[in-house]
Structures are given as C-alpha cells and as structure tokens.
C-alpha cells in the first residue's frame, strides 16, 4: 500500500509506520473533509505525511525514547559505520523536514519520497508542471537552508584569542 511505504519512509520505522496506518484510517473515517475531497487520495496523503510530522515532532519531544530504534536498512554491502552515518543523515533530514510549512514537507515528500513526477504534483495542486517544479524547488532550497543552519551551529565556535 503507497500510504504504508510513505508512512515508512518519513518514520523510518515499520512499526510506527503501521500504527500511523491505523490512525489514518480513523481520521479519515472521521473526517468531513475526507468525504467531500475532490481527491480523496491526495487527501489520504497529505493526512498521512501530517501525521507523520506530528509524530516526528514528538519522537525529538520524548527525551526517554531511545534514538537506536529508528532504523532504516541499508545494503548488505555498507560498512557498520556507513548504515550508522546513513541513518543519522537520514533523521537530521527528516527533523528538519518536520519543521518546514505543510506545503514544503508535502512537496517534498510527495516528490523525493514517493517519487511523483511533476506532472502528478501538478495534478494534486491544479497547477501547471511548471509550476509545481518552481515550488519543489522553493521547498528543497529551504530545507538545504535549514540543515547548513543546523550544521552550523553545531561547529565549535573558535574563541578569540587574547
């Protein structure tokens, strides 16, 4: 199922990717917006990458949760120290994408994750291709944005020497 594997990736756990499949399943039941969607999948999606923000968000908030749970396999032919710097870049990027606006994460998710080509994205938004790559675009650019402001604050600061 797409919501499965896209619940997946922006987890980067099978487990939480299926309970967030569950509560989709409630919310969309629920919901009045679900029924009367002029696209219903599209919906269905941007639901779920939300849910899965919300739940990213709160993984950073519960300081008890051990990090080691996350996991995404990597090839075979990755070294130990490979797969552990995969998987860190991986959460730094899904972090930081879990603080962008709702359109930038959707874009990208809808683009990079799932691997929609423009047209599609167009389609979802009723805008020309065109259109839809100048925004993806934006929202990638953002999103590099906020991962060198990251990284930058986390360099040793040099201290003046007197």
Request: hydrophobic share 40%.
């Amino acid at each position: 199922m797409r919501l499965h594997a896209l619940l997946a990736r922006l987890t980067l756990r099978e487990d939480a990717a299926e309970d967030l499949l569950q509560e989709l399943a409630m919310k969309l039941a629920q919901s009045d917006g679900f029924s009367q969607a002029g696209q219903p999948l599209a919906y269905a999606k941007r639901t779920a990458i939300n849910l899965a923000m919300d739940w990213r968000r709160q993984q950073a908030r519960d300081a008890g949760r051990a990090r080691a749970m996350r996991y995404m396999p990597v090839p075979h032919t990755a070294s130990p120290v490979d797969a552990l710097l995969r998987n860190e870049q991986l959460e730094q990027l899904l972090d930081q994408l879990a603080e962008l606006d709702e359109r930038d994460r959707w874009m990208i998710s809808r683009r990079h994750l799932n691997g929609c080509s423009y047209a599609e994205l167009a389609a979802e938004m009723g805008c020309t291709a065109h259109q839809a790559r100048g925004l993806c675009h934006k929202a990638v650019r953002r999103l590099r944005e906020r991962l060198n402001d990251t990284a930058a604050s986390r360099l040793p600061r040099k201290e003046a020497h007197q």
